[in-house]
């Protein structure tokens, strides 16, 4: 099975403890919106064949799948965030295991 880090970049001066806590919400949040953590990599994948190569040269499951990512990685982030304050450089960075 493939697996996956999820690492909150560029947020200045949070605490590792508020770290630990916002990327854990991603995760739950990305988990729940995909169907369960063995659908995150394959949903990564589609988008980023998606971003890669361009709607017309994949399949239709890969463009659902793919967009199933962009809903779910947004919702996660929103919930990752929440209560953090602001920081607009911030993001979730997804990385897969190799």
Request: charged content about 35%.
């Amino acid at each position: 099975m493939d697996t996956y880090t999820i690492r909150l970049e560029d947020f200045p001066d949070i605490s590792d403890k508020h770290r630990t806590e916002a990327e854990s919400r991603f995760r739950r949040t990305l988990e729940r919106a995909l169907g369960g953590g063995a659908e995150v990599v394959p949903a990564y994948k589609a988008w980023q064949a998606a971003e890669e190569t361009g709607e017309h040269e994949l399949s239709t499951d890969d463009v659902a799948l793919a967009k199933r990512w962009l809903a779910a990685a947004s919702r996660a982030r929103n919930d990752g965030f929440n209560g953090l304050g602001e920081a607009p450089e911030a993001y979730f960075e997804v990385k897969l295991a190799r």
